[in-house]
């Protein structure tokens, strides 16, 4: 079964310092990895989607790394604003197209 | 385009009674749609896959007596909360996949479930 985490589970920067938001899985047969934004009580924006045989994607402020081999993706955000803060959600799909959701980390940034 | 909608948004139901969401897909046909719960501080875990005109496909450790399943068409599909209790209470959250495209989900904007 597919396992996501990711790290750290909150932080708290001031405005215009760069984020750095970590995920793991522990297996590496994936299909792609998105991640996604969720803000208080709603739903999700996708944010990018990696495909397994990409190393990143990028969109905007927003940069995506993916390391399939170690089982780790990392969302870069430049340049941080308070409209950043929320919840980022990686997702790992899997080849059977289901989604595998880590716990997500809490960005809040500060202005 | 590919826009999801959920129905209610919020709900508040006693202990005992059951609950529907909708999940219904605006501006296209979802041969394919995906239910998922989430507690508050945890992930999104998968509840059960639907696909249109046959029966639901649920996760293990899901009960299916308790949350029934329907897609009887291709732009809507329903979780029935049967018999709600405290612990069902949670938030919901669809998602649709186009035709074809079962590798992108549209994710609906939710619905918060609270059984008192």
């Known amino acids: 079964k597919q396992e996501v985490t990711q790290i750290p589970a909150a932080l708290s920067v001031p405005e215009g310092e760069n984020l750095v938001l970590n995920c793991s899985f522990t297996?590496?047969?994936?299909?792609?990895l998105q991640w996604f934004r969720q803000d208080p009580g709603k739903g999700l924006t996708s944010l990018l989607l990696i495909q397994s045989s990409q190393r990143e994607q990028t969109s905007g402020r927003l940069n995506a790394s993916l390391d399939k081999s170690s089982g780790r993706s990392t969302l870069y955000i430049a340049a941080s604003q308070p409209g950043d803060s929320a919840t980022y959600l990686c997702?790992?799909?899997?080849?059977?197209?289901?989604?595998?959701f880590g716990a997500g980390t809490t960005v809040t940034v500060r202005a | 385009g590919a826009v999801v909608s959920q129905h209610p948004s919020r709900v508040i139901c006693k202990s005992g009674t059951s609950v529907k969401i909708e999940c219904r897909s605006l501006?296209?046909?979802?041969?394919?749609m995906f239910w998922y719960r989430q507690f508050p501080k945890q992930s999104l875990m998968l509840m059960a896959t639907?696909?249109?005109?046959?029966?639901?496909?649920?996760e293990q450790g899901v009960e299916k007596d308790k949350f029934l399943i329907n897609h009887a068409s291709l732009t809507l599909s329903t979780l029935t909360v049967t018999s709600a209790h405290p612990e069902d209470s949670s938030f919901y959250i669809c998602s649709a996949s186009l035709p074809g495209y079962t590798d992108t989900q549209y994710f609906g904007p939710g619905t918060r479930l609270t059984v008192l």
């Open positions: 997702a790992v799909i899997s080849n059977d197209y289901k989604l595998s």
């Open positions: 297996d590496s047969a994936i299909y792609n």
């Open positions: 639907s696909n249109e005109g046959s029966k639901a496909t649920y």
């Open positions: 501006d296209f046909q979802a041969t394919t």
